[in-house]
């Protein structure tokens, strides 16, 4: 049920996505080709839940909600620089830098960070111009110099350092936590929704996103390369400091069992309506890659 | 006069610029040291005067013009990197990249670019929401896929290649054009103006945007090192093609000629309140760096 959901709103993502009107050239064709990796869309996907969470229509928002997989797979192509982490592989395929070389895929990721304001400002049925500004201040806030470019320079300064807990999690608040929080609070805002309810939204993507990481650095020691699509235990071979690294393996289930009932909780007000992020909460601390 | 009208202009986009509220860090450290390079503002002045040619008030539009700055920053970074143009230099100090590092240099270019959209998603009094949306997807427009990045794409894919006039001409109207042409609207469309003026806008900075480019490129061979804060001769060096190497200088001259005088006639509809605009166009043409 949960999965068929899922699916279903990733459908409606890769739909709107497949037939964005790009002229095709070298430029476009290397955008296309990380945007068509086939990611989770879990950016988009917590948007639309987010607005039907308060009631509203997800297919009203959704060239906003398609924007932050924009922003995604943005910092993902810079990410993957060798001038940054230098990861040749990204979700089991050539990174975009690897296929087009450095120079394409710096300016692939500009333009897909370009054309994404360019998407959050477009005309969307029954959404008001205030609360679209809003949003676009907002996303821009959490994807750059406060929120998902700092955390990038704190992990790049963090190598081969050991981190205490609260340093590991500004690095995820930021790197992560500020972009899906962004995404949440989109979905709300665009829909309507009041003070209050965008207010739980923020709380629920706080508490998914930590967990969200800490199972993450579950799997990289307990997963299986093939089913992760990138090598395991890779933060073990590049000395990251990762929950289970601080907190011991116990610990870090324990954090991440404790994260998703804050997330749980954050919902109450919302009712109904949220048990797909309700669902969404305990499928992040189940899933397997 | 003029210098006094352009100092003015440049002096108020310096001072918003300067009272950003940037944590410090090394992060904006590194935003800061490309953006208070000293450029000449061209953009964010083309705004401002383009919303007093068509009787709109300056300062109320400034964090939007200032967006501009953010960009053109951003491009420039980006561009010094040495898997795109490999400067060292940039208006005559080091590269961003070259104090800071590639990685580093990358995130400030990134962070840059994201800020300008939350200033141009800044509520501005008397403006609009309507034409502050407008504003932001075509400023998208002059700078992603279709503008400024596609023109450094194909400034790369040039690289060494002898071009037609009609070659060059493509690469300058994405990569530099775009954006002017962008600055312009903006300044004409958040001051309310009229469609008729906003073409005429547009007109004029289509036509200042090649003037502009030509004159560089006559500089290039013209002008001396001191001057220019770049090595002179640097296209000759490079084989790039340009407008004296495929018109010859004397051809390249009256082309420069035929572009100012386009600028003056789309001015005219706007009357006396376009005067710093004509003075600009003419600068442009008669500078020395």
Redesign the interface.
Known sequence: MFKEDLEAYARLVDTYLAQLP??K????ES?KYSLEAGGKRIRPVLALAAAEAVGGDKEAILPAACALELIHT?SLI?DD?P??DDDDYRRGRLANHKVF????A??A???L???A??L????LKGVT??S???V??EV??G????GM??G??LD??AEKKQLTLSEVEEIHRCKTGALLIASARLGGILAGGTEEEILALTRYATAIGLAFQIKDDILDIEGDSATLGKPAQSDLRQEKSTYPSILGMEGAKKELEHKTEEAHKALEILGERASFLHELADYIAQRKH
């Open positions: 790009w002229e050239n070298t430029l476009t955008m943005y810079h620089l001038a940054m070389g450095e120079g394409q710096i300016l990721g500009d333009a960070l370009t054309y304001f360019e959050l400002a477009q005309p111009l205030e679209q500004l809003r676009i201040r821009a806030q994807a750059g110099y406060q470019v700092k990038q320079i790049l300064a």
